[in-house]
């Protein structure tokens, strides 16, 4: 527990063990604020909304940044202000209360822990995380922290929501990509997991980062990221500050979705920097497929013009490598490129 960053209160210089060696510091951090990343509006309703036109944009999105930015969602601002309250709530509750919830140990279903694998890795990220899984909500909310009081209920609403729009996007990508009708709509996505990222204010941002460069594991995200910015993403060998937009969530490919889709779509590589002044929050919601899962190109994606470009792999093969590699700083799909 004495291991969260967050308990490491007053800290008036960058602990030696969070010193990032000089090839992965970020530097400067203070990049301008990027709005070349796509904005894709669902205009409110969107069950009600124009699929052909945000198809072709989510196509295009996903394949030229991997990540993009969604407005007019149909999540509430209410809603959305309640889950980054609960959460902030959370990481300031009395150490007693997290306790129970602290472990290196990645099996345990709802974690509490700091950094990406603190034992293991030669450094330590500037974050403090709290994941667990949420879907089906009956079969885990009882797990969840009980504190804050309105945890359970708002990020239970709040699940069902983001879990709602990413099989909403899932459907429209597999529409774009021309795949069979409901592709993703089994153990490809039986697994949503919350992650909740804590940054508190870090001494010398220019030493040290939230999480390292990086793509997401599961097939897509969603992240609620608040007005703070921090996020940033690799585009053309650039680092891409993502501006906070109001009621915005950033949507961003994953490896999965990468593999599946046999490189058509990007799972775009980004990082998070640190803040001098300002804790940050931010919450993620990631869509996974069950840990048995076999993970290939699909069929139609693969021909002469296409040769499939990754082996087969069973899941939970691949995310038990991932944790590793991504600390370490290593790609996580090199090992399983075929070559051509
Ligand atoms: O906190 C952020 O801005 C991004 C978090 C992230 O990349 C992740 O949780 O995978
Ligand atoms: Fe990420």
């Not at 205009?43 to 007019?72: M, P, R, Y």
């Not at 202000?81 to 007693?96: G, M, R, S, T």
């Not at 640190?274 to 993970?295: E, H, M």
Request: a negative charge; charged letters at 20%.
């Amino acid at each position: 527990m004495e291991k969260l960053i967050s308990s490491r209160r007053n800290l008036k210089s960058v602990p030696e063990s969070y010193i990032l060696p000089p090839e992965i510091r970020p530097g400067n951090t203070v990049f301008p604020l990027c709005n070349i990343i796509p904005v894709i509006d669902l205009g409110g309703d969107h069950l009600a909304c124009d699929g052909a036109k945000i198809t072709d944009e989510l196509v295009k999105a996903s394949q030229e940044f991997g990540f993009f930015q969604l407005i007019n969602h149909g999540v509430s601002e209410n809603l959305m202000q309640d889950v980054l309250k609960v959460a902030n709530e959370f990481f300031q509750l009395p150490a007693d209360d997290k306790d129970r919830f602290y472990s290196e140990d990645p099996r345990q279903s709802c974690r509490l822990y700091t950094s990406i694998d603190y034992v293991q890795e030669k450094v330590h990220y500037w974050r403090d995380n709290l994941r667990h899984p949420c879907h089906p909500l009956q079969e885990h909310v009882q797990f969840w922290p009980e504190k804050p009081t309105q945890y359970r209920e708002v990020i239970g609403k709040y699940s069902i929501e983001v879990r709602r729009i990413s099989l909403f996007l899932l459907d429209l990508i597999c529409k774009g990509l021309g795949l069979e009708s409901g592709y993703f709509e089994n153990e490809l996505s039986q697994v949503q997991s919350m992650t909740i990222n804590h940054y508190p204010p870090c001494p010398d941002p220019s030493l040290t980062l939230g999480l390292p460069k990086h793509s997401d594991v599961g097939l897509l995200t969603i992240l609620l990221q608040g007005d703070i910015p921090g996020l940033q993403v690799l585009k053309d060998g650039q680092w891409l500050a993502v501006e906070p937009l109001p009621n915005a969530f950033v949507v961003n490919i994953g490896h999965v979705l990468q593999i599946i889709s046999n490189g058509r779509l990007k799972s775009a590589e980004h990082r998070v920097v640190t803040n001098p002044k300002v804790a940050r929050t931010t919450v993620g919601s990631f869509i996974l497929p069950s840990p048995d899962s076999y993970i290939e190109s699909a069929k139609a994606l693969t021909n002469n013009c296409y040769p499939q470009l990754y082996r087969t792999f069973v899941y939970k093969d691949f995310l038990h490598a991932y944790i590793a590699d991504t600390s370490n700083g290593i790609p996580p799909l090199e090992r399983y490129k075929l070559q051509h």
